[in-house]
Structure formats: structure tokens, C-alpha cells
């Protein structure tokens, strides 16, 4: 099963780029399975509509405006996308996330599997380098992921 892991975000608005900076973290720090590929999508929004259609699985990673405390990180599924259950979007990379599934669907080519790992910002403003906290969830995320993609390539479905 082929796994995307897709960081979506601007590196100039702080933890904008939480995204980004996730995948830079996992390939300084991890070495993955050969099906899962890693790709730095900054703020490509629809452009990468591609990446996810080549894949079983895809985790996409950003920041995004729900109610909650910063740092918290909630996990949606694809019926969260297709259901429109995501929260206000935050910037023009995630605008047509939903539209692009349900263009892929419409093809054919819909991932199996598609979780959103979105994080509640601290900061917005300018600035390359993520708030504090993000900085401080940033490992432990890393970590929970590894662990969940670890445990399923040892459960084949």
C-alpha cells in the first residue's frame, strides 16, 4: 500500500508552515518504509491533486482554524472531507482539497484512505520559525505517526 505524507503550508507565516516543517522533521529524523513517500507541497493547493491520486493512503499535515487550544491536534477522515466537516480554512493552499476528492472519486482515482493531521496555530505572523509550542509538538506528532504507519505495514489489511 503506497502512503503519501503530504506537508501543506507557508514557512513565512510561523506555524503556517507547520506542514512543511513536519516533512523536513520526518526526513531528517526517520527513515520510512520504501511505499511511504514524503512530499513538501508548501502552497500548491490544487496542483498537487497528482500526489494524491497515486496513492492508497495520504496524510495530509497543516494547521487548521478549529475550537481549541493551540498545539491540540485533531485527525479527520475522508468522510470529513467529503462530508465538508473541515474547519475554516486558513489559507489559499487548502482551498479545493474537497473539490479535488471529489474530482479524483469522479475519476476513479480517490485514495482509500485520506486523514488531515491539522494542528491549532499559536501564530500567524511573519516569521520562518514555528511558535514554541509547534516546535515542542512537532517531535511527539512525528513520533505518533511513525507509530501508526509502523503498526499498519505489520497488520496488512
Known sequence: ????????????LSDEGFGVHFIRY???????????ELFDAGTL????????????????????????????????????FLLQRIPIKLSPHQIGVQEMLLVSSLRGRCPEE????????????????????????????????VSELSAAAECPA
Not at 1 to 12: H, P, S
Not at 26 to 36: G, R
Not at 64 to 70: D, E, N
Open 114 to 145: 485520506i486523514y488531515l493531521l491539522g494542528i491549532i496555530p499559536c501564530s500567524l505572523e511573519p516569521g520562518t520559525e514555528l511558535s514554541p509550542l509547534l516546535q515542542q509538538r512537532l517531535p511527539e506528532l512525528a513520533a505518533q505517526l
Open 1 to 12: 500500500m503506497k502512503t503519501l505524507i503530504l506537508g501543506a503550508g507557508n514557512l513565512l
Open 26 to 36: 520526518l526526513e531528517k529524523h526517520y527513515t520510512l518504509h520504501a511505499d511511504v
Open 45 to 80: 493547493g490544487l496542483m498537487i491533486g497528482h500526489k494524491l491520486e497515486e496513492a492508497d493512503r495520504v496524510y495530509i499535515v497543516d494547521v487548521v482554524a478549529a475550537p481549541g487550544t493551540p498545539g491540540t491536534c485533531i485527525r479527520y477522515t475522508k468522510e470529513d
